[in-house]
Nanobody
Framework: QVQLEESGGGLAQAGGSLRLSCTASGRSFSTYALGWFRQVPGKEREFVAAITPSGETTVYGESVKGRFTISKDNRTSTLYLQMNSLKREDTGVYYC?????????????????WGQGTQVAVSS
């Protein structure tokens, strides 16, 4: 199993940018499908983006398409989420997750490992 730790959250203004990082430890980082999810109090966790083990294929939730970019560096075992044109509704706790099957799906099923989360707050 892989251990995950997010960083890079914080406060940003609407229209601004933030980059989240997720550092992984453990074996086989390059064989996992990886994803980002977010959650606000009182709501279910929402799919944000996912990437295949090779990094060649990415998928995005409808609310972030065209604004967020997911990427990974297998050499450093790091997952990234570049967030541009931020909106207030992007506020939430962002989690990275790993799926050992290597198959990306737009929900939590299969994501067996999760980080602790990093808070993102967007002000208008």
């Amino acid at each position: 199993q892989v251990q995950l730790e997010e960083s890079g959250g914080g406060l940003a203004q609407a229209g601004g940018s933030l980059r989240l990082s997720c550092t992984a430890s453990g074996r086989s980082f390059s064989t996992y499908a990886l994803g980002w999810f977010r959650q606000v109090p009182g709501k279910e966790r929402e799919f944000v983006a996912a990437i295949t083990p090779s990094g060649e294929t990415t998928v995005y939730g409808e609310s972030v398409k065209g604004r967020f970019t997911i990427s990974k560096d297998n050499r450093t075992s790091t997952l990234y989420l570049q967030m541009n044109s931020l909106k207030r509704e992007d506020t939430g706790v962002y989690y990275c997750a790993a799926d050992p099957s290597g198959i990306i799906v737009e929900d939590e099923i299969g994501f067996a490992s999760w980080g602790q989360g990093t808070q993102v707050a967007v002000s208008s």
